[in-house]
């Protein structure tokens, strides 16, 4: 019997946080996808704290006009550049469950671009 959409997900999303975690020298790089929107998280699992946030819906995104893969480029450069600021230059990307195609290929592209390193 064939899973539906949303529990084929949740069990990849499963299965990768089984063997990825963050930690405070290497922390994870979660993304989460809406049909609108993107959010990407800086997250420190040993600690249990959320290190950076960004995400499609702040206002320096706002007045960007363009497709969502373009403004997923564009926040994947943001998290990138608030990370060398505070000092995180290697992460571990968890894509949440999601295809690694479109949007979050888009973001994590941008991330690289802008030096961050996974």
Partial sequence: MALSTSERKL??????RKVSSGTAERPRLSVFRSNSEIYVQIIDDIKGTTLLAVSSRDKE???????KSEIANAVGKAIAEKCKKAGIEKVAFDRGGNLYH?????????????????
């Fill in 61 to 67: 995104f706002e007045k960007t006009k363009g497709t």
């Fill in 102 to 118: 479109g949007r979050v290929k888009a973001l994590a592209e941008g991330a690289r671009e802008a030096g961050l390193n996974f």
């Fill in 11 to 16: 069990r990849i999303r499963r299965r990768i």
